[in-house]
Structure formats: structure tokens, C-alpha cells
């Protein structure tokens, strides 16, 4: 079955370092998403591919950034990361364009910045 | 800007009680409206989606919502819970012509065996 994952599933790091999170789809989706969830906020768009090459900020982008290399990977990097930064990361992907179109949420990944 | 508010922060509701959660919005057109479920430790499953046509919108798990455009809400409703049910829930508006979505604040339900 297609599917979307994340890892790590739960990441500890420090104040300065840089993380990389994964997500990995299986579906051939266009677009793709990462949100953080927030206790009080829901999800917050963080940043979002339309395609190959493709990147754009969403509503909270500072500090992170993506690249799109290929269809199925969308990875996340923290730049720097703070401790303003835990959170829990979803990577979501959509097969067509639209905000009508169903968005399809990976597991998660739980993290923890000291 | 859109906004989606879900004024439940936490509902506690008894097994095969009916339940309706709140969402409005605030968008200046017809939005697109979704429910989203969150299990816990688990990503978000669709529930169900407006965004045309009738307004009262059958979903998955027996869950059904209904938008009206007066009073700028979309709420979910079931008539019967399940404890399987427990889980959070989310409301999300889509814009027209975007692709992305802006999601409420979520409601955690709680079952009472």
C-alpha cells in the first residue's frame, strides 16, 4: 500500500545544531506539506511543494527550510534549532492542486530541542 | 486572512451519547471545510470535506457535518460515540484558488464508558 513516513519518530538535539527530518511518500504526489503542531495553535504551515524544485513558506517558515529533489521526499531542515522549536512536525502530501483536495498526514515526529 | 475557530477546547461526552463539536470560520467567499481525526500518536485521517453542493456532508465512522453559510460554521456531529471515538479533532478551512489549509485550535473528545 502507498503510504507517507516521517523519521525520526522522536528526535532529542540541542540549542544551534541543524536537524534533518525525513518524509518519504509512495503515492507520486505533487504537493506536499510540513506542519507543526502546537498545544493551543492546531497545525501551523511551515512550508509546502507543489513539485520538483518547487518550495514555498508557509505561515511559520523562520528558521526552517526544504528542498525538493524528487517526487517522493520532502526532507525539513532546522537551520539552528531552539528550544522555540519543539513541537510535533507532520509532513502531509495531496495528489492534485486545489485546497479542496484531501491532504494525507504522516505519522508524525515528536522533538525536542535542550 | 482565513481563521477556523473551535471554541471546545476538551469535550467529555458517554459512550453512545450523540455529539456535535463546533468549528467557524471566517473567510470571505464560500470556503472549502474539512474535519480532520488525530488518534493518539497518530497523524491526522480526513473525516469528511465541504466544498460544494449540499450542505449536510456523510463522512467516515458515521461522523456528518453540516455548513451553514449564515452562521459561518461547519460542525461535527455523530449520534451515537464510540470509546473508539476518543481522539482530537480538527477543523480546517481551505481558500479558493490556494492550496493551503488553516486549522483550528483542535477539540480533544474524551468517552465516559
Known amino acids: 500500500d502507498a503510504e507517507i513516513t516521517q523519521s525520526p519518530r522522536h528526535k532529542i538535539t540541542e540549542t544551534g545544531r541543524q536537524v534533518t527530518l525525513a518524509c518519504h511518500q509512495t503515492?507520486?504526489?505533487?504537493?506536499m506539506f510540513w506542519y507543526r503542531q502546537d498545544l493551543g495553535h492546531g497545525l501551523r504551515l511551515i512550508h509546502y511543494?507543489?513539485?520538483?524544485?518547487?518550495?514555498n513558506k508557509g505561515e511559520v517558515s523562520d528558521g526552517y527550510s526544504v528542498s525538493r529533489s524528487n517526487t517522493e521526499d520532502l526532507p525539513l531542515t532546522l537551520e539552528s534549532a531552539a528550544s522555540s522549536q519543539t513541537s510535533v512536525y507532520f509532513c502531509?502530501?495531496?495528489?492534485?492542486?486545489?485546497?479542496?483536495?484531501?491532504?494525507?498526514f504522516g505519522p508524525g515526529t515528536r522533538l525536542l530541542v535542550l | 486572512a482565513q481563521s477556523v475557530t473551535q471554541p471546545d477546547i476538551h469535550i467529555t461526552v458517554s459512550e453512545g451519547a450523540s455529539l456535535e463539536l463546533r468549528c467557524n470560520y471566517s473567510y470571505g467567499a464560500t470556503p472549502y471545510l474539512f474535519w480532520y481525526v488525530q488518534s493518539p500518536g497518530q497523524g491526522l485521517q480526513l473525516l469528511l470535506k465541504?466544498?460544494?453542493?449540499?450542505?449536510l456532508v456523510q463522512g467516515i465512522k458515521g461522523f456528518e457535518a453540516e455548513f451553514k453559510r449564515s452562521q459561518s460554521s461547519f460542525n461535527l456531529r455523530k449520534p451515537s460515540v464510540h470509546w473508539s471515538d476518543a481522539a482530537e479533532y480538527f477543523c480546517a478551512v481551505g481558500e479558493r484558488g490556494a492550496q493551503k489549509l488553516v486549522f483550528g485550535q483542535g477539540t480533544r473528545l474524551t468517552i465516559n464508558p
Open positions: 511543494s507543489y513539485g520538483v524544485h518547487d518550495t
Open positions: 503515492w507520486n504526489h505533487n504537493n
Open positions: 465541504y466544498f460544494s453542493g449540499d450542505t
Open positions: 502531509a502530501s495531496s495528489e492534485l492542486a486545489g485546497a479542496h483536495e484531501t491532504q494525507y
